[in-house]
Each structure stands twice: as C-alpha cells, then as structure tokens.
C-alpha cells in the first residue's frame, strides 16, 4: 500500500510538473527563405555585459524556409537571435507564441570578422498578428513616446518641471501592471533624471537605483547603469546597497 501511495504521488508530482512548465511554454515560428540551411540561435543575457548568456533553443531553418524555436521561462525576458550581421531582438512573454519575419539574410564580411570591434547590427524583430497588449508593441510605442519627450526636455533649459511633466505623461499614456514592463519604464526614466545635470548623476542614483535590487534581466536596467555610472566615483555612498556597490566597483575595473 505504502508503495502504491509513493508511486501515485509520483506520478501527480510529474504530472504537476509538465503541466506548470506548459503554461510558461513559448512557441517562436517563421519563414524566411534567404536562411535555408542556417542555424539560428535564440539567447538571453542576465547582465548588460553578455557575460552569462544561456542559450534558450537553437534550429536549422529547412529547405521551405520554415523555422521553430522553443522557449520555456516562467517570466518574460528580453532574447536575441544571431542571424549573422544582425542581432534580433524579440521581448518573450511566457506561455504566448510569435509570428516572426527576419530580415534578408546577409553574410558578415571578412573585414568585419578580423575587426575585434564589429558588433552585430540590432535589429527590431517585425512580427505577424501580434496582439495589441503584447509587451513588444508596448515597448516600441513607449520608445516612440519616449524619444518625443526627450527631444521636448533637451529644447532650450533642462529643468526638474520639464521631466517631471514628461515621466507623468508618459504614465498617463501607459500605465500598466506587468512587472517586467514596470521595470522598464522605472529605468527609463532614470536616464530623464539624470539629463538635469546639476543633480547628476546623484539624483537618478539615489532615487532610481539605490533603493532597489540590481534587476539582471532588465535590458533597460543596463542600458541606464552604463550611461549614469560610467565616470561615477563615489561608490561608498551605496554601501547601505551592498549588491549595488559590488556591481559599481567592478564597473569601474572594466
């Protein structure tokens, strides 16, 4: 009898386990018939610098130009598709599928690959039938928005009103629940905090970074680190954020 109860509660136990991993399943598909014959490889990086980047599936594109990718992550993360001189760029939010199109394929050349600084071009994944909330479209609308209120801030004197003003448009305009999407945002406006620049870069650290864990998968998280630390100088006063004065110190070596 013991025996039985043990081997039923296996069976639930793997049976909750597929079941809970389907639910974060993430199917990507696509046709692009310049990458017959190429692999593609779908990664994410949990730091800014790609030093721990994990690959999430790879694929040969077949003879019809048909691929599938499967991704399997219980939140969204920013992933990157190596399509040779592009980078893709696709935001994966768990559980949902994409439609994506790649661009004509196009082969890096041999002066680019003996140049120690090319870097792949990013590219913006184009994506078919993508729903209206789906965090790609939310993300390319709020950069839209967001360059405007840059542009507006920059005009003439640069002041505390103006981006105030702009950060509440900016909520007016997409407010949200989504944590990931949340983050985003935040780190954003931290590089429009940091354009005041009698208050910079203390202002946008104190208020935007110090107070809040380092977040490894937020691409915008990073984005904002190297522009307002890069030259920062004065890592003890983010002792009191000790995962935050760890990441400053090594900053400052590289």
Same mark, same amino acid.
């Given at each position: 009898v013991w025996l039985q109860m043990i081997e039923n509660n296996k069976?639930?136990?793997?049976?909750?386990?597929?079941?809970?991993?389907? /639910?974060?399943?993430?199917?990507? %598909? $696509?046709?692009?018939?310049?990458?017959? &014959? =190429?692999?593609?490889?779908?990664?994410?990086?949990?730091?800014?610098?790609?030093?721990t980047k994990e690959v999430l599936d790879t694929c040969t594109v077949a003879e019809d130009g048909s691929f599938?990718?499967?991704?399997?992550?219980?939140?969204?993360?920013?992933?990157? /598709?190596?399509?040779?001189?592009? %980078? $893709?760029?696709?935001?994966?939010?768990? &559980? =949902?599928?994409?439609?994506?199109?790649?661009p004509l394929r196009k082969e890096v050349s041999k002066k680019e690959k003996l140049n120690p600084y090319f870097k792949p071009k990013t590219y913006l994944l184009s994506f078919n039938n993508l729903p209206e909330d789906d965090i790609n479209r939310k993300i390319a609308d709020f950069e839209d928005s967001f360059d405007s209120v840059w542009v507006d801030i920059n005009k003439n004197?640069?002041?505390?009103?103006?981006?105030?003003?702009?950060?509440?448009?900016?909520?007016?305009?997409?407010?949200?629940?989504?944590?990931?999407?949340s983050e985003y945002k935040h780190y954003r406006y931290a590089l429009l905090v940091?354009?005041?620049s009698p208050g910079a870069p203390k202002l946008a650290i104190k208020n935007f970074f110090?107070?809040?864990?380092?977040?490894?998968?937020?691409?915008?998280?990073?984005?904002?680190?190297?522009?307002?630390?890069?030259?920062?100088?004065?890592?003890?006063?983010?002792?009191?954020?000790?995962?935050?004065?760890?990441?400053?110190?090594?900053?400052?070596?590289?």
């Open positions: 069976i639930l136990f793997i049976t909750y386990l597929f079941a809970s991993l389907s /639910l974060f399943a993430s199917q990507i %598909t $696509g046709v692009a018939p310049s990458y017959v &014959g =190429k692999k593609l490889i779908l990664s994410t990086s949990h730091d800014g610098w790609g030093a599938t990718l499967h991704v399997n992550y219980p939140h969204t993360i920013q992933a990157q /598709l190596n399509l040779g001189y592009y %980078t $893709g760029i696709i935001y994966i939010e768990s &559980g =949902k599928d994409y439609s994506i199109n790649l004197l640069v002041t505390t009103e103006k981006i105030d003003s702009a950060m509440n448009l900016l909520d007016e305009r997409f407010p949200t629940t989504d944590k990931f999407f940091n354009l005041y110090l107070p809040y864990k380092v977040t490894y998968d937020q691409p915008a998280y990073w984005e904002a680190f190297e522009a307002i630390f890069t030259g920062f100088k004065m890592s003890d006063h983010l002792k009191e954020n000790p995962e935050l004065y760890d990441l400053s110190i090594l900053h400052q070596v590289l």
